[in-house]
């Protein structure tokens, strides 16, 4: 089993920044895909950002230039920078991980949540 840990979320008033971090434990021989989806309510989750295990990051056309996806592939976290937030940003982040197991088997976990508020 694999554990994500997210934080970071809260109120910001536009323009503002906040910086939300996916800490992963457990059955882990690798990371591969790490990401963050966003939803608010009545929609569907929608991609934010993608860090793949090797290659660059993706991000949805609403945050590019705004928002940074990073990881830190030996504490298993990633990270997200958003900057000049908006108050069309407000959702509940989620936090995504492609995960190979020590038994080498890949599985999909999804992080609890953590809302941002941005407020005009």
């Known amino acids: 089993q694999v554990q994500l840990v997210e934080s970071g979320g809260g109120l910001v008033q536009a323009g503002g920044s906040l910086r939300l971090s996916c800490a992963a434990s457990?059955?882990?021989?690798?990371?591969?895909?790490m990401g963050w989806y966003r939803q608010t309510p009545g929609q569907q989750r929608e991609l934010v950002a993608m860090?793949?295990?090797?290659?660059?990051?993706n991000y949805s056309e609403p945050v590019k230039g705004r928002f940074t996806i990073s990881r830190d592939n030996a504490k298993y976290t990633a990270y997200l920078q958003m900057d000049n937030l908006k108050p069309e940003d407000t959702a509940v982040y989620y936090c995504?991980?492609?995960?190979?197991?020590?038994?080498?088997?890949?599985?999909?976990?999804w992080g609890q949540g953590t809302q941002v508020t941005v407020f005009s």
């Open positions: 995504k991980v492609d995960v190979l197991t020590l038994s080498l088997t890949s599985r999909t976990y």
């Open positions: 457990g059955n882990i021989f690798r990371i591969d895909a």
């Open positions: 860090a793949p295990f090797v290659g660059s990051a």
